[in-house]
């Protein structure tokens, strides 16, 4: 007959087992797993901005200074005033041109009043030169005046001839009496332009 006592000693290792089993099969954790973030899927009709690049300079400031607003058109008086003031020929070069693209005929009387106190004598050229791309109706009282000051007498010679040169396209009918008048001057290089002048009008009639 076999002692209970026996019998208890015999299934205690089973029992522990079951429970050290128990402990730690039990204790054992799932591992962790790191959810992912689902890629981004562009939006239908919605055009994605690319990734940005590695290295990529960052975008500069914008130095654009706004524009300022148009400058008031100058009038003749205010050209001429700054045509006085200027020292340098090629600025009064400059103020001539914009007084020829004004095209009144205020604009050529101003010219003219400016030419008779100019002494650069490449200016001078710039004055009367503006005559070929004037107005022949609404301006040719005015280029007309304008040439006859450049032929006065004691002007450089050659303002004169190429003033009397001038002439030979003026629509002004007081033109060839003028040419008639300067093809007997004293100075031989304006009395030649002068009926160089005369004799091209004379082919166009």
């Avoid at 041109?97 to 004598?121: C, K, N, S």
Wanted: proline letters at 12%; one cysteine or more.
């Amino acid at each position: 007959m076999h002692s209970p006592t026996k019998k208890i000693s015999a299934g205690l290792p089973v029992v522990f087992g079951f429970v050290v089993l128990a402990m730690f099969g039990c204790d054992q954790s799932e591992p962790s797993v790191t959810p992912t973030t689902p890629p981004h899927l562009p939006t239908p009709g919605v055009a994605s901005a690319p990734p940005p690049e590695e290295n990529a300079p960052a975008p500069k400031p914008t130095s654009a200074k706004p524009k300022a607003a148009d400058e008031p058109t100058k009038t003749p008086t205010d050209l001429a005033r700054e045509f006085r003031a200027a020292a340098e020929p090629e600025r009064r070069g400059e103020l001539v041109g914009e007084l020829w693209d004004i095209g009144t005929p205020e604009a050529v009387e101003t010219l003219r009043q400016l030419y008779f106190g100019e002494r650069e004598m490449d200016v001078k050229v710039d004055i009367i030169s503006g005559v070929t791309d004037a107005d022949p109706v609404k301006l040719r009282d005015g280029c007309n005046a304008l040439l006859l000051a450049a032929l006065t007498p004691g002007q450089p010679p050659e303002v004169r001839a190429l003033a009397a040169h001038l002439l030979t396209e003026s629509k002004d009918p007081r033109a060839m009496a003028l040419l008639q008048q300067f093809a007997q001057d004293a100075d031989p290089q304006v009395r030649e332009a002068a009926q160089a002048a005369l004799e091209t009008r004379r082919q166009k009639e």
